[in-house]
């Protein structure tokens, strides 16, 4: 068996101290390993994948430089979400954040759908998706209503499923805290989906369809050009049915909605920038 393909299955931890000893191949294969986990914490927190995209690149940038600094103090994951998080809380606010959602914001959507229930319509080869574009795009929009340091604590808690000691690791606080923060932003969540949603609670009427019509008119979602409901993902292993769904309270059910968001793969762009930045040997590599 080769170098590379025991790297393949080797633990994160091996492969770093291999790297750290300049393997350019094994560092590919670290790179490999987080970069849709990283891809996926940025589109989360920032809504537009371009910003996604170049927040990824900078975060991944950051772990390779800083690679000798790694320790093994922690699992490398853990190091790694530490330095992604502190990138996307400290950054400059992303376009979507600018927009300034808000939860006030997103009712007067839904009541501004409501007042023109029926007066759009869709190509029928067209409306499946841009209803599922428009799904995503919800949650998309609920998380960028929570504060950043909420945003992120239920992005890792609640998507990622980091357990609190762990959080507690990525964020910088005591796991109390990171509880307090994770539940803060389900509360706020679970609020309003209970209030709107007809998924989570069958009371309400369903407002996807007319709400994607309506977000093409006002050129919210463009057709042409979909970010979410054509992006390359991988389906989650614990995705549920329809049918699961409706056996649920409407607390596991909003929190099933957030939870089951597809897990978003880095796009090939990325990939192959970070392919080339490794070979060019242009600047210092892991912090040595």
């Given at each position: 068996m080769s170098k590379l393909s025991n790297a393949v299955t080797a633990p994160l931890e091996e492969l770093v101290e291999q790297a750290k000893g300049g393997d350019k191949d094994v560092l590919e294969e670290i790179i490999r390993r987080i970069q849709d986990k990283i891809y996926g914490l940025a589109i989360r927190m920032l809504y537009i994948p371009a910003d996604a995209e170049d927040a990824a690149q900078e975060i991944l940038v950051k772990v390779i430089t800083h690679l000798g600094t790694f320790k093994g103090e922690s699992r490398f994951e853990t190091w790694v979400y530490s330095i992604a998080s502190n990138h996307l809380l400290t950054t400059?606010?992303?376009?979507?954040?600018?927009?300034?959602?808000?939860?006030?914001?997103?009712?007067?959507?839904?009541?501004?759908?409501?007042?023109?229930?029926?007066?759009?319509?869709?190509?029928?080869?067209?409306?499946?998706?841009?209803?599922?574009?428009?799904?995503?795009?919800?949650?998309?929009?609920?998380?960028?209503?929570?504060?950043?340091?909420?945003?992120?604590?239920?992005?890792?808690?609640?998507?990622?499923?980091?357990?609190?000691t762990e959080g507690a690791k990525i964020l910088g606080l005591t796991p109390a805290a990171y509880r307090q923060r994770l539940s803060r932003g389900k509360k706020e969540l679970t609020a309003f989906l209970v209030r709107k949603c007809g998924l989570v609670n069958p009371g309400n009427p369903c407002h996807c369809e007319t709400l994607a019509a309506l977000h093409v008119k006002k050129r919210h979602i463009d057709p042409e050009n979909l970010l979410f409901a054509t992006h390359p993902c991988r389906a989650r292993r614990d995705s549920h049915g329809k049918d699961l769904l409706k056996e649920l309270d409407q607390m596991a059910r909003a929190a099933m909605l957030i939870r089951n968001h597809p897990d978003y793969a880095a796009p090939g762009v990325l990939v192959a920038s970070m392919k080339g930045l490794i070979d060019s040997g242009r600047f210092q590599l892991l912090g040595r």
């Open positions: 400059r606010k992303g376009r979507a954040e600018r927009w300034q959602m808000t939860f006030d914001k997103c009712v007067h959507m839904i009541e501004e759908e409501t007042l023109g229930r029926g007066k759009d319509s869709f190509i029928a080869a067209e409306q499946n998706l841009i209803v599922e574009e428009t799904k995503l795009a919800c949650v998309h929009y609920l998380l960028l209503c929570l504060k950043r340091e909420v945003r992120l604590a239920v992005i890792l808690g609640e998507i990622f499923g980091v357990k609190s």
